[in-house]
């Protein structure tokens, strides 16, 4: 299993942003998705979840203007950012709980992205 991370760039204060997390592989089902992010010498910071039965929960300083969402089809999480902020600068990453089938039966595992950077300029 992995999962592919995109969508970050520079952009503007006041500006969006849409990242995007496809995760590929011998899925079984993806019990949730998150997105985090870490800003230079800060600790990571969970930003939004988004659960299997599509249940959205957001860190307080994301509430408002960041959306989580997903394409089961696609197995894939976006997160919209809104009215981005120069302290939203920092490296994004997903990650997802996935059951995946193996020869002893079926486990679940946590997976992540490769970071994705978002620059915000004042």
């Known amino acids: 299993v992995q999962l592919q991370a995109s969508g970050g760039g520079l952009v503007q204060a006041g500006g969006s942003l849409r990242l995007s997390c496809a995760a590929s592989?011998?899925?079984?089902?993806?019990?949730?998705m998150r997105w985090y992010r870490q800003a230079l010498g800060k600790q990571r910071e969970l930003v939004a979840t988004i659960t299997r039965g599509g249940s959205t929960d957001y860190a307080d300083s994301v509430k408002g203007r960041f959306t989580i969402s997903k394409d089961n089809a696609k197995n894939t999480a976006y997160l919209q950012m809104n009215s981005l902020k120069p302290e939203d600068t920092a490296v994004y990453y997903c990650a997802a709980e996935i059951a995946v089938a193996q020869a002893i039966g079926t486990i679940i595992n946590d997976y992540w992205g490769q970071g994705t950077q978002v620059t915000v300029s004042s």
């Open positions: 592989g011998s899925i079984l089902s993806i019990n949730s």
